[in-house]
């Protein structure tokens, strides 16, 4: 049996398992995940804190199991050489940037964070045309130069060493540029290397996650931003993070944990699935700058979607509001009690109803264009 006869099968069942989700709905799409083998995207990975090298070359029934399933794979930590994280994606929300990018052949793109380079070389297979790549990492982009060339894509994908920040102005105008690291916003020097229709997709930082945002230009000028689907990137090294006032708040918090004498069981409408837990933390972050992802010492119980004003926090999950101890937390969880209310008398609008204005950061060395102005196309909110 070839190394081909044995992944190819994979690739076509983690294909058919994201038909299945719904992240993916195109034939493009679907033809260019069976297509372009993960594996040869990883030399090495990390579970449970312990690193275990890889031959792509040769894979073993472990690896193709590993690659061609839904999950993302650590490649480095910052105890490595590389010198922080770097992963290649899960391969769901992989497929549900793709379909949102609505690529086409032709397309130029520039991607803004290589990682493995398996997404760049997902991008070259369905545009058929030249993709240039960046990764700040020095070492984490050689190995994905190595692979680039070990899945055959060397003709399209170009990867580059450097700051994202910056963008590549060499290989534009971009008819796309993609990010797949978390952003604070978007970089100015990315606008300029835009042709006048083309389109922006990042996940940038909001309510302590990174939803991808799709940014346009095309209205007077002035850059906008509507939220596609929900996604939790690893933050972005550099100014693309830093360049914010404040930084975003992030998952870095651990707070005390709830005093459950205190639980507001019904203040959280009933029947909340995955999708409408995230729809009503969007709404809460629109709402309310102090939105967050935060967790809590010595448990992962209340991790997720919380509202943090200094030591004080309530925690939103679907079994209610969980306050921290304090008589500042009554008063935050009327604050925010009120804003779900809202929330749930609008009909609960999804995600995808929000989106804002992006306008520069001041204060800082490096400036970002930073989601303001959040509105929603539902009627109350």
Not at 2 to 8: H, M, P, R, S, Y
Not at 104 to 120: C, H, K, Q, S, Y
Not at 227 to 246: E, H, I, K, Q
Request: net charge negative.
């Amino acid at each position: 049996m070839t190394v081909i006869d044995q992944w190819t099968p994979k690739a076509q069942a983690l294909a058919a398992d994201l038909r299945t989700k719904g992240a993916i709905r195109s034939a493009l799409v679907e033809e260019a995940i069976i297509a372009v083998p993960r594996h040869a995207f990883i030399t090495g990975h990390y579970a449970h804190g312990r690193h275990t090298p890889v031959d792509p070359d040769q894979p073993t029934d472990e690896l193709l199991t590993l690659a061609y399933s839904d999950r993302g794979i650590m490649t480095h930590t910052p105890a490595d050489s590389a010198g922080g994280f770097s992963s290649t994606s899960q391969p769901s929300i992989v497929a549900k940037m793709l379909e949102a990018a609505r690529l086409r052949p032709g397309m130029r793109v520039l991607e803004i964070g290589a990682g493995t380079g398996w997404n760049a070389s997902l991008i070259a297979h369905m545009t058929k045309a030249d993709v240039h790549t960046i990764e700040a990492s020095a070492q984490v982009a050689s190995e994905a130069r190595e692979a680039v060339e070990r899945a055959g894509m060397t003709e399209r994908v170009t990867v580059h060493t450097g700051d994202g920040y910056l963008g590549h102005p060499d290989g534009g105008p971009y008819d796309l540029i993609i990010a797949t690291c978390g952003t604070a916003g978007v970089a100015p020097a990315w606008l300029d290397q835009l042709t006048p229709t083309a389109t922006i997709l990042a996940p940038i930082a909001h309510g302590g996650l990174h939803p991808l945002t799709r940014v346009t230009t095309h209205t007077n000028g002035h850059p906008t931003g509507r939220l596609v689907t929900t996604a939790d990137f690893m933050a972005a090294s550099g100014p693309l993070y830093t360049g914010a006032t404040p930084a975003p708040a992030t998952r870095g918090q651990h707070l005390p944990a709830p005093d459950p004498k205190a639980a507001r069981p019904n203040s959280v409408p009933k029947g909340l699935d995955n999708a409408s837990y995230v729809d009503l933390w969007m709404h809460l972050a629109a709402h309310d700058p102090r939105t967050t992802c935060a967790g809590t010492e010595h448990t992962t119980e209340y991790t997720g979607c919380s509202v943090v004003a200094d030591d004080t926090a309530v925690f939103v999950q679907p079994t209610g509001l969980h306050l921290t101890a304090g008589p500042k937390a009554q008063t935050l969880a009327d604050e925010t009690e009120r804003v779900i209310t809202t929330w749930e008398h609008s009909g609960r609008p999804a995600l995808t109803t929000w989106s804002c204005s992006l306008t520069p950061t001041t204060g800082t060395q490096f400036s970002l264009l930073a989601p303001t102005n959040w509105q929603s196309n539902c009627a109350d909110t």
